[in-house]
């Protein structure tokens, strides 16, 4: 027999028709917000240096509570093991051991791959938000919530993740190659490859793939909010050309960012032009309104082909005729139904 803050715990984490799961899921998602804030801001130099006790303040608390949220969810699972190696299970996973690693051993990771991957994943978290938008749409389904906003809060949700990710990418795998450290660090070794008496270099960094230099002028990916901005542009189809990917890599991203941009587009018209029709035209959003006109105009095509069996159901429906006598109808010639429903309208 479980104690009562276990059966609380236990409704919170699997109950989804309880009040206390959707706070702490509200809960979850205000943190996946500021998380995913700091992953950006962290990336301004000048502001991370400033504030750096306070974006580490507050990576360690969401840190904590990604960690309850996951210990909790394993606990209460129906199926542990299947729920640790199931999609959700290792989104929220991801979300948790890139954060541990950092935290653990920074300074090892510093200057390696291993630290820029890292630092990716850490994005990942932004899916979480995923598992909410999908139960908004189940509740829209089960309850006959109001579509339009559904629709409009799991717009937001995805477009939002979308940025967040593609906006990472794309720090991470160009800007990332000419951030300041990287320039430091950089320089650093070229210095170290040079004798006394040669004449000193500027450190010039490379695209790893395709091996050409990133000119000053080309390096525009310098932190992720302004990455941002370059991805509002490619995903709305704008293409102002301030800011483009001169890398492999980065041209990569960018082409899946546009390709994201015109399924986001035509999802986005869609629920305009809904929201139009509703404005304009009075159109019904419940959707036992839309059940029901559907199975209007499906009745009304089959009154069309077959009166006389329509008239039959309709007189049973209305308590005229009895089963039996309805089905002994049916068996009958047209002419005789014709002639037995007239007699019974009589």
């Not at 205000?30 to 950006?40: D, K, M, P, V």
């Not at 904590?64 to 290792?90: D, H, M, P, T």
């Not at 006109?293 to 009304?300: E, M, R, T, V």
Request: charged share 15%.
């Amino acid at each position: 027999m479980r104690s009562k803050p276990m059966m609380f715990l236990d409704r919170m984490f699997t109950d989804p028709t309880y009040s206390w799961y959707h706070r702490f899921q509200n809960f979850i998602a205000f943190f996946i917000f500021i998380s995913c804030i700091g992953i950006a801001v962290e990336t301004l130099s000048d502001f991370a240096d400033a504030h750096h006790d306070l974006l580490q303040a507050v990576e360690n608390v969401t840190l904590v509570v990604f960690i309850f949220e996951y210990v909790g969810n394993v606990y209460f699972a129906k199926q542990r093991l299947k729920f640790v190696f199931s999609f959700w299970g290792l989104i929220d996973i991801l979300s948790i051991i890139p954060s541990l690693l950092l935290f653990v051993d920074a300074q090892a990771l510093r200057g390696t791959r291993i630290l820029r991957v890292m630092r990716v994943l850490r994005v990942m978290r932004v899916l979480k938000l995923a598992r909410q938008a999908l139960e908004m749409l189940g509740a829209q389904m089960a309850k006959k919530r109001n579509p339009l906003l559904v629709n409009l809060n799991i717009y937001v949700i995805t477009l939002f993740a979308v940025m967040m990710i593609s906006s990472s990418l794309m720090y991470y795998t160009e800007g990332a190659l000419y951030a300041p450290q990287a320039l430091s660090d950089g320089q650093a070794a070229l210095d170290a490859t040079l004798k006394a008496g040669d004449e000193a270099q500027v450190f010039m960094p490379h695209d790893p793939i395709s091996g050409n230099p990133i000119p000053e002028d080309k390096r525009f990916y310098t932190s992720i909010p302004a990455e941002m901005w370059w991805c509002v542009v490619t995903l709305t189809t704008t293409g102002y050309g301030d800011m483009y990917p001169v890398t492999t890599l980065g041209r990569i991203v960018a082409a899946f960012t546009m390709f994201a941009g015109l399924i986001l587009f035509s999802i986005l018209m869609n629920i305009v032009g809904k929201t139009i029709m509703i404005l304009l035209f009075g159109e019904s959003l419940d959707n036992q309104s839309d059940e029901n006109s559907s199975a209007d105009q499906k009745f009304g095509a089959q009154a069309r082909d077959n009166p006389l069996s329509t008239a039959i159901v309709l007189l049973e429906k209305a308590a005229v005729v009895s089963a039996n006598e309805a089905t002994i109808l049916a068996s009958r010639s047209s002419s005789e139904i014709r002639q037995a429903v007239l007699t019974i309208i009589k």
